[in-house]
Each structure stands twice: as C-alpha cells, then as structure tokens.
C-alpha cells in the first residue's frame, strides 16, 4: 500500500510548479490595455465637427419663430393721439398678408415678430400717425397633427407649428422620450408611403438629415424606437456565471458586473478579466482589465455597454492551484509523518487522537469541527 508523508514544505513545491507550468504555458497576449480601449472610445474630429453643425441646425430649427400663410396676429397700436386704431385680430392670407386698417395689407410671411413690428410702424409712421408703439403677439399658429408613439412621455396626437414641422419638434412635443428610448425614430408618410425613413438621432449626421427632411403633414406617423435591455455576460472564475440584464440606458461598470455574479472565486485567485466589446465596424475588441489595480481604484472602473462580454479567463496558475484545491489537504504550520496509508490515517481515530492531542478527537475535529470539508474526499482511494 503506498505510503505518503506530508510536510509544509509541499507549500513551496507547489509554488514552485505553478511558476513552472506558467512560464511552459505562456502564450502571447493579443488583448489591448485598458488606456488603449479609453484612447480609441475617444471621438475623433470629423465627428466632433459633425456635431457642430447639427448644433447649428438645431439652433436654426429651435430659432424664434417665423410667421406664415394662416397664422392668427394680435396687433396693437399705441400713441399719444386719440385717434390710435384699437387692437385687432388679423389672419395671414395664402399670400402672406394681413390687412390692417388705413394702411391695407402689409407682408409679414417669413419674418419674426418684431421684423412684423418694425414694418407694420413703418407704414403707419409719419404717413398716418407721427408715432406709434406696436405690439404684434401670435395668437393662433397653424398647426399640423402628428401621431407619436413608442417610448416618448406622453404618446398620442401632437399639434405641430408650421414653422416647426419636425421629428424634433414633434418629438418635444409628445413629452420628449422616456428613458427608454434607443435614439432611434421612424417616419410613416400616410399620403407618401414610401418616404418613410429610420434615423438615428444620436447620431450627428442622421440629425441633421432629419432636420432637412420635408415638413411633416397632417396624419403622419413617428415613432421612437425602445431600447433593448440591456444585457452584460458575465462568465469564467466567478461564483454566478449569468447574463446580466439592467434596464435600457442603465451604467454598470466592470466592478458592479462582478458583484452581480456574486464575485470571484474564492477557492483561486484570478488576477485579470477580458472585455470584449463589439466595435461599429463589426470587430470585437479584447480589453485587458487589471482586476487588482480596479479594486485598488488606480485603473479605471470602466463602464460597460450592452452587449459587452466581461469574462475572467482561466490561467495556468488558477488551474494548478485548483487542481491542488481538488487534490491536496494541508493546512498552513502542519507538519505531519506518517507511515501509514492516507485513508487508514483518516479512518483510525486512535491513531488520529494520538497526533492531535490524544483522546478521541478525529483529524476533522481538529481541522473541520463544523463539518464543511466533505469527508473521504481530501485523499482519494488508491493513494
């Protein structure tokens, strides 16, 4: 029967063949470092430039409002002389005229409400009155009907201006979105239906391909798309190696990630996580996460996107020191001889007593007095 005879110098054997099989093991490591990752999330120029100027079509379309055909003006004029005309409510004909009296019609179509003010005092100044004060205030804008639904605040039939006759703006006008919106938008033409177009408002180019799109009509159609949730896989030398899924829009950095899975294994001790994280271009990057350095708080506690995979990979060190977990049972200041076989040792309970005190205390009273060690599985038969 073979005998075997343990000491705690098999600590350092052991040290000394997990740095062996490592060094056999060595592999080229093709994943990027974490500053690279952050360095290549950077926008770039052209993009930067981009959204520049779709900051200034925005600008333009969120601009001060410009009168047109049906539009409904209050018009008052003030001044020192009795004779001043009271205020009065005028139409914006097809044209783009309204009739004011003395004066008769006067174009407003296209200007902004103090442009109608100076030009509405021009007309009456010096030619019927020496001065005159006038107030010009929107009192009935025309309006189109847009149907919004999907993920806005409040979805339903909107009321559009005129001059306003956008995605945006209807939109806005449906509440904005909800926070589970994804960016995405459609346009349904109900009198054209094959002008209807996705685009994704995020993005600086889409947006302003929206903003230049035709007015919207009566009956048409947008809706926001929602975003799927959003769902992280988590897997490797973790306790709970499961998808993880957070509402749409939800920040979860790497550390949160590995919380959620209920943490690292305990029974290894696992040093680095991979990303992988799939680019627009359609490739997967492979980012090297320091987990030791993160925890420390001296790299940086990325945040993760949808679909990201954080996996924390199996190395030839982890693997030894679960094989030795799985294989061999010592305890830190044991110095144990022995001549007889492992399972004899751990079955005779007088011999047991004997070495750890005399008496009748078995090994697992000594070492395992709450019983977690599974008996006759630290030494398996035929050692």
């Known amino acids: 029967m073979k005998r075997i005879t343990v000491r705690r110098s098999i600590i350092g054997r052991v040290g000394f063949s997990v740095g ?32 520049d100027a779709a900051s200034a079509d925005i600008d333009r379309t969120f601009g001060p409002y410009q009168v047109g055909s049906g539009d409904v003006l209050n018009v008052t004029l003030t001044g020192t002389q009795p004779e001043i005309i009271p205020a009065v409510h005028v139409r914006v004909d097809r044209e783009g005229n309204v009739q004011l009296p003395i004066v008769g019609a006067i ?4 200007l902004e409400l103090d442009n109608i003010e100076d030009r509405i005092r021009g007309a009456y100044v010096p030619k019927v009155y020496n001065e005159v004060v006038v107030y010009v205030e929107l009192v ?26 956008d995605l945006l703006h209807a939109i806005v006008a449906a509440g904005g979105v909800s926070q589970e919106a994804s960016g995405l938008a459609t ?34 159609v ?9 769902t992280i896989y988590v897997g490797g030398l973790v306790n709970r190696a499961l998808p993880q899924i957070y509402p749409a829009g939800a920040k979860v950095t790497a550390l949160q ?15 680095d996580a991979t990303l992988v994280r799939r680019l627009p271009d359609g490739t997967d990057a492979h980012v090297r996460l320091n987990l030791e350095r993160m925890a420390r708080g001296e790299d940086a506690n990325v945040v993760l996107a949808a679909g990201d995979i954080l996996w924390v990979p199996e190395t030839w060190e982890t693997r030894v020191q679960d094989f030795v977990n799985r294989n061999i049972f010592f305890r830190a200041g044991v110095n144990v001889n022995y001549s007889v076989s492992a399972i004899e040792f751990l079955n005779r309970r007088e011999m047991q007593g004997a070495r ?21 599985t630290i030494v398996a038969p035929g050692n």
């Open 187 to 220: 346009l349904r033409r109900i009198r054209r239906p094959g002008d209807g177009v996705t685009l994704d408002l995020k993005d600086a180019e889409q947006l302003r391909e929206a903003l230049a799109l035709s007015p919207l009509e009566s009956g048409d």
């Open 222 to 230: 947008v809706s926001v798309h929602a975003a799927p949730a959003n």
């Open 257 to 271: 990630a590995l919380a959620g899975a209920s943490g690292l294994r305990t029974d290894v001790y696992p040093k």
């Open 20 to 51: 062996a099989l490592s060094a056999m093991g060595c592999q080229p490591d093709h994943r990027v470092s974490l500053d690279q990752f952050l360095e290549m999330q950077k926008t770039d120029r052209p993009a930067a430039e981009a959204e």
């Open 356 to 376: 750890f005190g005399g008496g009748s205390a078995t090994l697992q009273d000594s070492f395992d007095p709450l019983g977690f060690l599974q008996p006759n």
């Open 107 to 110: 174009q407003v179509a296209g």
């Open 140 to 165: 009935a804008p025309q309006t189109t009907g847009v149907l919004v639904v999907g993920a806005v605040t409040a979805p339903g039939l909107v009321q559009v201006r005129r001059t306003e006759r």
